[in-house]
């Protein structure tokens, strides 16, 4: 029996899957742990990762060495994406969490972690042709499957935290900030060349703020458990309503909003900007909400390599 233990350090949040898995292949998930730490917080124009958010993110991941130093030999697969990708400061970040924590994490390419984001969706729900859409806290991962490969794929820097920091104001957002930020968002899918090959696919979202997307609205439609988005469906008109009826709210009237993360108040309408500006470009009617994403692709991916 193996341990893999899965880190994930987003821009946002930080999270770790344990997974037990057995000689045969046979696997289960007996752990999983997430720390909003917003690492990519006030990173500005040079891009440096600030001491606060260092902080946060050191005392998230030593809280996660509590829990896996207790198992026998765990399989550490430790990965970041974004904010440490983009960062100036990233080797001396990389360093002191090594230093302190004895963890090495790997640094990925957006390409990498699309590639995963596919492998988590592709073994978890019933997909032949269609876009995925992860959008993180400092980045976005599109990538066009079909007939169930892997087509194309492009990581644009552009996230929740990002969106939200770069143009929106953390409480009552303004007309003209939300044209500005819409119109930046569509520049950049405009300069996605392949993009409209998916025109009238289903589109599947994935990362934290699709995902607070598809909670509201099974909180709203008074789902026994709503946190469990994995194939869920929303359509295009509820999509539009709930961003519609965010924008209706200060900051407080968000935290309030049921399925809404507080800790994701502030950034939420930045999060949804990209997957609702998609559902318009493409004209898709039906997004499919997934929980499994990158930590579950690194497991599939692990589960490949025993087989080999």
Same mark, same amino acid.
């Given at each position: 029996?193996?341990?893999l233990v899965v880190i994930d350090l987003g821009s946002n949040s930080v999270r770790m899957t344990i997974t037990e898995v057995d000689n045969h292949g046979n696997?289960?998930?007996?752990?999983?742990?997430?720390?909003?730490?917003?690492?990519?917080?006030?990173?500005?124009?040079?891009?440096?990762?600030?001491?606060?958010?260092?902080?946060?993110?050191?005392?998230?991941?030593? $809280?996660?060495?509590?829990?896996?130093?207790?198992?026998?030999?765990?399989?550490?697969?430790? !990965?970041? /994406?974004?904010?440490?990708?983009?960062?100036? =400061?990233?080797?001396?970040?990389?360093?002191?969490?090594?230093?302190?924590?004895?963890?090495?994490?790997?640094?990925?390419?957006?390409? /990498?972690?699309?590639?995963?984001?596919?492998?988590?969706?592709?073994?978890?729900?019933?997909? !032949?042709?269609?876009?995925?859409?992860?959008?993180?806290?400092?980045?976005?991962?599109?990538?066009?499957?079909?007939?169930?490969?892997?087509?194309? !794929?492009?990581?644009?820097?552009?996230?929740?935290?990002?969106?939200?920091?770069?143009?929106?104001?953390? $409480?009552?957002?303004?007309?003209?900030?939300?044209?500005?930020?819409? /119109?930046?968002?569509?520049? !950049?899918?405009? $300069?996605?060349?392949?993009?409209?090959?998916?025109?009238?696919?289903?589109?599947?979202?994935?990362?934290?703020?699709?995902?607070?997307?598809?909670?509201?609205?099974?909180?709203?439609? =008074?789902?026994?458990?709503?946190?469990?988005?994995?194939?869920?469906?929303?359509?295009?008109?509820?999509?539009?309503?709930?961003?519609?009826?965010?924008?209706?709210?200060?900051?407080?009237?968000?935290?309030?909003?049921?399925?809404?993360?507080?800790?994701?108040?502030d950034i939420i309408v930045g999060g949804l900007i990209p997957v609702t500006l998609l559902m318009r470009l493409l004209d898709s009617q039906q997004i499919t909400?997934?929980?499994?994403?990158?930590?579950?692709?690194?497991?599939?991916?692990?589960?490949? $390599?025993?087989?080999?």
């Open positions: 029996m193996k341990n696997y289960q998930t007996v752990n999983q742990i997430k720390r909003y730490v917003r690492l990519s917080a006030n990173m500005g124009p040079e891009k440096v990762l600030q001491p606060d958010a260092i902080d946060r993110t050191l005392a998230a991941l030593s $809280d996660f060495k509590d829990v896996y130093s207790q198992l026998e030999k765990p399989d550490i697969h430790a !990965v970041a /994406t974004a904010a440490v990708r983009q960062a100036s =400061n990233q080797k001396a970040f990389l360093k002191q969490v090594k230093e302190q924590l004895g963890l090495s994490l790997k640094v990925i390419s957006g390409a /990498t972690e699309a590639r995963y984001d596919y492998l988590g969706v592709i073994n978890t729900l019933p997909m !032949v042709n269609g876009l995925i859409v992860d959008t993180g806290g400092g980045s976005s991962e599109l990538i066009l499957v079909q007939n169930q490969q892997l087509k194309h !794929v492009v990581s644009i820097p552009l996230g929740s935290v990002t969106l939200s920091q770069n143009y929106l104001e953390a $409480d009552v957002v303004e007309s003209a900030s939300l044209f500005k930020a819409m /119109t930046f968002v569509n520049n !950049v899918f405009n $300069d996605v060349w392949w993009l409209r090959e998916a025109t009238n696919l289903p589109i599947i979202g994935l990362g934290g703020a699709n995902r607070t997307l598809a909670k509201i609205n099974r909180r709203k439609k =008074n789902f026994l458990n709503a946190e469990d988005v994995h194939g869920y469906k929303l359509t295009d008109e509820d999509v539009y309503e709930t961003l519609t009826q965010l924008l209706g709210l200060d900051l407080e009237g968000r935290k309030k909003v049921p399925g809404l993360a507080k800790e994701r108040a909400f997934s929980n499994a994403g990158l930590r579950d692709g690194i497991l599939f991916e692990y589960l490949n $390599d025993l087989k080999a």
